[in-house]
């Protein structure tokens, strides 16, 4: 059975500072990987995807992350976060039947 | 391009009481997804349509909860009667096709007193 695992409850970072969360996955095969936000009262926001290829994947927003086949980890990282980074994240295993974390609230300090 | 679109966006009911969801697909998506958000967790998938017909209904409580995709468009999710526990944002969401990137809905905030 496929599932996903975000270690980190909730997270507080001060503005300007780097970000990184985590999320670890169980699935079977080659996994489709994505990482979604979620503003309060919003839907869902893709902020990147891993299929194949490059492990290393850019999104939006200046956000990034690494897929580890070895570590069945796809860590999300920001280099400098922004208030408006404050929100929720999730991490989901697919392809199609998507699979999600319970994410990760994110709190920005001034 | 205009996005998902759910109705309503809230809604307040008693238990035992029944309500329903609408969502219009972004267009020409063949695959359309509801989802279950309770609060504090990640959303849970309820179903899944291609095109008009189920491919996946597994999590689906079909005692109570029913859903159509009517001209494989708009769909539209049931529950009755309802309870305490359905209390939850009911995400719909939308792909060109299977494996693929999920375009979500702003979702629906039921509650269920």
């Known amino acids: 059975a496929q599932s996903v695992t975000q270690p980190d409850i909730h997270i507080t970072v001060s503005e300007g500072a780097s970000l990184e969360l985590r999320c670890n996955y169980s699935?079977?095969?080659?996994?489709?990987l994505f990482w979604y936000v979620q503003s309060p009262g919003q839907g869902l926001q893709l902020l990147l995807k891993?299929?194949?290829?490059?492990?290393l994947v850019q999104g939006i927003k200046g956000f990034e992350a690494e897929f580890k086949r070895s570590q069945s980890s796809f860590n999300l990282r920001k280099p400098s976060v922004h208030w408006s980074d404050a929100a929720e994240y999730f991490c989901a295993v697919g392809p199609s039947k998507l699979s999600f974390g319970a994410g990760t609230t994110v709190t920005v300090r001034a | 391009e205009a996005g998902v679109a759910q109705s309503p966006r809230y809604k307040i009911i008693e238990k035992r009481q029944s309500v329903a969801f609408w969502c219009n697909p972004i267009s020409g998506h063949a695959t359309l997804y509801w989802y279950q958000q309770i609060l504090g967790q990640g959303p849970k998938l309820l179903i899944q349509f291609q095109n008009n017909g189920v491919v996946d209904d597994s999590q689906l409580p079909k005692d109570r909860f029913s859903a159509e995709r009517l001209k494989g468009v708009d769909s539209t999710l049931k529950i009755q009667p309802a309870k305490l526990e359905d209390s939850a944002v009911y995400l719909c969401a939308s792909s060109p096709w299977t494996a693929n990137e999920q375009f979500f809905g702003p979702g629906t905030r039921l509650t269920v007193l």
């Open positions: 891993y299929f194949s290829g490059d492990t």
């Open positions: 699935y079977g095969a080659t996994p489709y």
